[in-house]
């Protein structure tokens, strides 16, 4: 195999792998309040980390999960909008 073909394929594989990470990612959402204690995807809504792993309590409504787009309602999650407008009424 000479040198263009070996980087024609890794260039292939490169957009393939792209595209997957793109669909993948298109047919998830973001579902607040069902994560439970150290089970959370990434950064909360109060800012205090910004990791996976790291909530403390279950179901903490600024803490959330990549779920099946569509699924969140039914397991009893909300959106970031609704999440944010819980947070607010908590702390007033």
């Known amino acids: 195999m000479n040198k263009k073909a070996i980087i024609l394929a890794g260039l292939v594989a490169a957009v393939s792998a792209g595209s997957i990470t793109t669909a993948h990612a298109a047919s998830k959402e973001k ?3 069902i994560a439970k204690a150290a089970q959370n995807d990434c950064a909360n809504l ?3 980390h910004s990791c996976a792993g790291q909530s403390k309590l279950d179901n903490d409504i600024g803490e959330w999960k990549a779920v099946a787009k569509g699924t969140c309602k039914e397991l009893g999650g909300h959106s ?3 999440a944010k407008k819980l947070v607010k009424a908590q702390k007033s």
């Open 31 to 33: 579902c607040y309040g």
């Open 46 to 48: 109060a800012g205090t």
């Open 80 to 82: 970031k909008a609704e």
